[in-house]
């Protein structure tokens, strides 16, 4: 058996972006709710104009938001698409409303069965969990059959859930680690981001530390996600910002309260946002600099170290 090459993978966002995504492909989205999304990769496509996409993913935040409210999304499926506190995703449920956006619900676990469908090659995976909802009914009009129910062929009268097997064209996920070959180290919650990214054909990943492959070696039972699975790795301090990244910044709320601001009343004011912190920066740096000073950096870090 042929030894798979491992390769430094190191590379910068602009050209993950411009090697991995391209208009009308399918995208999964790491991070949940208002933690570790991967905001500087989503700022890129953006900026980079990949349109006609498919997302997926469970709780599809911000990050889903951004690329909806800027005209790049055709269908998302996912779990849902909130803010947790900070409310519904404005972009993505105008889109619902006004029918410019396919969308299949899911229950969180279902897509991660569908992607571990995906990472396993076969065609779909039984669950139980939408048993006794209503998303069984729901179409959205897309002519796909999104489930089957079936009987246990072996317990005849017990009913299971058939969901179709997701294999993203490129998962992007920010991550605490990785080293230049790709092997990644996830901190806390992991939820669906191994699943997905072992089910997508490429893999973007942007860390907060860049660490050695010696580090890694060292301590193999901390690896999230093996070398393979990874097609690029890009080095991003705050990749994840306004989101938090566990042990390294809290959220910032009034970051995400502007975008939620500008979200809501959509019109000028969505694009006026988008056009003064995603079009007007040159990389995610630059938004960075425009947003969160020095001194906030440090209180978000600092908050983040109380809670551990």
């Known amino acids: 058996m042929q030894a798979l090459e491992a390769t430094p993978k190191v590379v910068s966002l602009k050209e993950a972006v411009a090697r991995f995504v391209r208009t009308g492909c399918s995208v ?7 933690g570790r999304c991967a ?32 005209g790049l999304v055709r269908r998302c499926e996912s779990g849902t698409g909130n803010l947790e506190r900070f409310g519904t995703t404005f972009c993505w449920r105008r889109g619902i409303e006004n029918g410019t956006l396919e969308v299949e619900d899911y229950s969180h676990l279902a897509m991660v069965s569908r992607f571990l469908a995906g990472e396993m090659g076969v065609p779909f995976m039984p669950v139980k ?4 909802s209503d998303l069984l009914t729901y179409s959205s009009g897309s002519g796909l059959k999104k489930f089957q129910v079936i009987d246990n062929p072996w317990n005849p009268g017990e009913p299971v859930v058939l969901v179709p097997a997701v294999t993203p064209d490129v998962s992007i996920i920010h991550v605490q680690k990785a080293d230049p070959l790709g092997n990644v180290i996830i901190e806390g919650f992991a939820t669906h981001e191994p699943e997905m990214v072992r089910a997508s054909r ?61 979200a809501r009343a959509s019109g000028g004011a969505y694009r006026r946002y988008l056009d003064d912190y995603v079009y007007g920066c040159a990389s995610f740096e630059d938004y960075l600099d425009k947003v969160c000073s020095p001194t906030r950096r440090e209180e978000l870090a600092a908050a983040m170290q109380a809670m551990l």
Request: overall charge negative.
């Open 39 to 70: 905001m500087a990769g989503i700022h890129e496509v953006i900026r980079q104009g990949h349109r006609d996409l498919t997302i997926y993913g469970c709780n599809l935040s911000i990050s889903m938001d951004l690329l909806v409210g800027a």
């Open 28 to 34: 999964g989205l790491g991070g949940q709710n208002i």
């Open 129 to 132: 969990s939408l048993l006794g």
């Open 202 to 262: 490429h893999t973007i990943v942007t860390c907060e530390e860049l660490v050695e492959t010696d580090q890694i070696r060292r301590d193999p039972e901390r690896t999230t996600i093996p070398y393979p699975h990874v097609s690029a790795v890009v080095h991003q301090p705050w990749g994840a910002y306004p989101t938090s990244t566990y042990r390294y910044y809290d959220y910032d709320g009034d970051e995400i309260t502007r975008y939620q601001a500008a």
